[in-house]
């Protein structure tokens, strides 16, 4: 059956009932998936799927629509269906429309991202992308989630947006999900292994989880623990995504591994892949490679050596140094605060040891020693008696084995020797440490009891065994339960670490510290009550020690940030060098962050692991710490440093200066004065039995969801709780208890409320749900604090996920709305209007046009109307006496907003009627024209794009034929050599066909435009 794709918005008609089309999906397999919302009597509010090549979809024709007289006051059903339809019309240009009217204050280097994709700003020249494809590789700390956030609001709002994928930390999935949620309205379903657990109970056991909704946050970890990984894997890599963000996408560099190998396959399918990452790479050029062929497999052909121009249109990078000027008091300037202590005798008596030791290698050189295991048992030590234990016993174990071998005697005495080292450390606690004994003196300082008037503190340790040591000691010392003193480690599951996150960023929760490893160092939000870091212990890693203080030192800051470090002090010649290396490392951080703001710069290393292996060996050697700490002239620092010039030298290519502002929002017009009146208007015209309490000051609104709305964005309805597949569930936590949903146009207000929820969530727990003032003895109740000022801060909350909601289109209460709106006409109606102060015998009819390519994306869309003079006969020819009018110029023309209560000509509607197809002729030609213009201005791109493609194919088969003329025949691998070559040619075949496919898919339009009659407006004497 052959299948007009139709834009979302178009009416059609399946099995004898008429649905509102909602988008329509291209299938692998061919034909689509339509998806729709009923709109006639039985099938009203229901949501459908439809496929195109098993149902006959029939689109109602624009020349057969019914002219239906609006009745309503001031027309105002007609306004509220023409508004509608135009809320749902992507933007007219490539201008951002409505990413930055969300609940933030974006800083322009925060816009950036957007206008690269679409080509604005400085980056005009380059044009916008065909398919979005970008990492955002800004430095610790710069906003990156509200970069992504931006972009993806842009993309949802081009109808480009619908099916999203996010992967995330497991520590971060919660913060993820609420950030996007909370500043953008974009609903993700945490699918962490609880939220499948609970997933599978709703749900048939032969359903696939990840089928039930369009837009899903999960972290890779969970994919690989989960059961049934193999057939959950599956789907989301065949699953083709709109849009798949990867946070922390340098997890998933390394080729070969389980991360990137699914990164490349959900990547592969996606409309448009977004990466964000601090760490774009290790050093080595294939490590950056490697995350640029996830955006694009045919952007580079020889990993190992590429151009500025080949990377260029695929990454943004800034540091602090760089956006300084333009974020005012979101940066605050952190002070450093290092804490020496001499070491206490018992702790001097463990370093002579230490420094005396000379620990015999476990290789087979009889007398070998290993100087950088004497360096690994100090640093532990360093750290805490408990975990210098736990190293010496690894130690201790790999001895006794290769001892108890027959081949290693001389052993014996090395191992009775570590044995009695041992012995005497696990007699230590670390509470009889100089360390220890400062950061009780820190936290008296700080005025840190345990109470519920503590500041909060976050506290680093690289070792479990010294987090365990120290949260049980503090945790006896202050009386505090694990709800006052909490710890996160790598070995937690995901929906732990994502509730711990979350109880820190609130301001009612008891934590009041927290203890952590190194999982918590990178991405995660740790800011919002929180100015205060200690360094218990270092790593020796400029890049560590820097993500480390990314988590307070970061936008949004609203304190100087403190940071200290704890270091003990020993008068052990052996270590003396050491301990100035661990200064060393604190002044060259806080050079980096007052100068280039790239710990990794520094010393040409961009992995933590290589760093901490340089330094340890530097120190190992008794190198000094200049020596240590310099960059060092080795291949691999020459490689990283020609690779950082690379990067910025593509950071200048083709970017044109700034423009004098930012570009101006595009939008179509709308008939209302703000989305507040629309929504009001539109909920007491549609839904007339159901309540709405607007608020008499300020511009917000409460509305108690129906079910069907409730069921839509994931509510439960008790014995009907079932799942819409692809619905648009909003997050649990933002559901509110009693349904009924708080919306302000007020940005402010919105983020005031963000704030106030992580704040005071708890605060009004005894206050009247009623409005009016708070309780009596509340904290906050005082002539300006009405229970209004305070609804973010309901107890229902349950977590730090405000209450109070922006009220925009994309919101998903509005966007259920819109549908009510555009289904309240009948089947195949538009609304006639009649303006008697146009001249006599005018007519308009508004039309919306559009041509969709071959993924049923709209790429050509226009709103216009079609003018005309009602003569007694019709028109000799087709096209005369009808003139396109820009919908703005219609619009004016008309004036709308003087429409009123009129007098009705008899007939008018079949005199109209008789006119749209001769309009709806006209129309076509119009859109055609659209269309011959748009091949016009594509036809420049597209051949560069395909010269790109045959030079990347051309060179990748070039470097494979080299490689194959290198080989031996006479070499016993030579066919193995050459059938893995042979493979490697058929994937650049592959790739190029993919590509050649995506462009004729995607690039190629409908002969024929979409067309819909949206509205006349008929001057008198029509009928006449």
Known sequence: MSFQIVPAGTRVEIRDEEWLVRRCVAMPTGGFEVHVTGTSELVRGHQGV????????QELRPEATILANDTSPGYRKAKLYLDALLKRTPPSDAALSIGPQAAINPAPYQLEPAEMVFGLGRYRSRGPQMRPRLLIADAVGLGKTIEVGILVTELIKRGRGDRILCLAKKSMLAQFQQELWARFNIPLVRLDSLGIARLRTRIPTNRNPFSCYNRIVISIDTLKDTKASTSYRHYLE????????????HNCANPGTANNTLAHRVCANAEAVILATATPHNGKPRSFAELIRLLDPTAIADLESYEAADIAPYFIRRFKKDVVEQVGEHFRDREILPIRRAALPAEEAIFARLGELRLRSVNDQRFGQDH????????AYLSSPVAATETLAHRLTELRRRHTSGKHDYLAAHIAELEALHADLAQQSITATARYAAMLDLLKELSWTGSATSPRIILFTESRRTQDALADALRTRFKADETVIQTIDGSMSDVDQSRIVDDFGKGDTPVRLLIATDVASEGVNLHYHCHLLIHYDLPWSLIRLEQRNGRIDRYGQTQNPRIHYLLTISACPAFTGDQRILDALIEKEQWVYRNTGDAAGVMQFHSVED??????????????????????????????????RLLAAAQRLDATAAPPSTPASSAWPTLFANDLAFLTEAWTTVLPDAPLDRHPERPQIEIKAPDDLWSRIGGSLGSRDAIIPGATAIPDEALPADRSFVLTTDRAAVMDAIHRARVLAGVVA?????????????????PAAPIDDLIALAPELRSSWPRLHLLWEQHPVAQWLLDQVLIHFGRGEAPLLHAPHLPPRTAYTFMRGSIPNGNGRETIVDWFAIRFQVERTLPPQEFAGLDIVPLSQALT??????????????????VIGTWLPYCVNSAQQHVAGLRKARGQALSRPLIERNRRLQAWADKARSLIDRKQERLDPASPAFKAHVGRLNLDRARVDRLLKAQEEWLNRTMRTSDAGVLQVALAVVGPGVAG
């Not at 439809?50 to 979809?57: E, H, N, R, V």
């Not at 120190?619 to 440093?641: C, F, H, K, S, Y």
């Not at 005894?766 to 005082?782: I, L, Y």
């Open 611 to 644: 760093e901490e292996k340089t330094i340890g060996e530097g120190a190992a050697r008794g190198l000094a710490p200049e020596q240590v700490l310099a960059a060092p002239d080795t291949p691999d620092a020459q490689q990283a440093q020609l690779l950082e």
């Open 50 to 57: 439809f496929l195109s090549t098993l149902d006959q979809i």
């Open 372 to 379: 950088l295991m004497r360096w690994v048992l100090f640093k």
């Open 766 to 782: 005894t206050a009247p749900k009623k409005r009016g003032r708070p309780a009596k003895g509340s904290p906050v109740a005082g």
């Open 238 to 249: 065949s699953f083709p995504w709109d849009i798949v963000i990867i946070d922390e996408a």
């Open 893 to 910: 023309e008309v004036r709308l907003d003087r429409l009123g209560p009129t007098g009705r000509e008899a007939d008018v509607a079949r």
